[in-house]
């Protein structure tokens, strides 16, 4: 069963973010970067150290399907 969002953010939260991360509780977070670029990261702990995944910009892809593809990585770390 895929795992639930805990905090998605809509369309409008996306496109209206401010600049730095927005988390889903779930370990996708949203990158707002000070030009406006927005892209998707999946972070997670491997061997006690922070990682870090992207997984594309935030126009090219919906949350569920990003948090479906970022769900079989959680599982290796």
Partial sequence: MPRKILN??????VKNARPGWHADGGGLHLLV???GARSWVC????????????????AGAGVMSLAMSAT??????
């Avoid at 998605?8 to 939260?13: E, K, Q, S, V």
């Avoid at 972070?43 to 935030?58: E, P, Q, V």
Wanted: glycine letters at 10%; proline letters at 10%.
């Fill in 8 to 13: 998605a953010p809509t369309p409008l939260a």
């Fill in 43 to 58: 972070r997670f702990m491997l061997n006690g150290k922070s990682r870090d995944i992207g997984l594309g910009t935030a």
């Fill in 33 to 35: 970067k000070e030009s």
């Fill in 72 to 77: 079989p990585r959680r599982r290796f770390a």
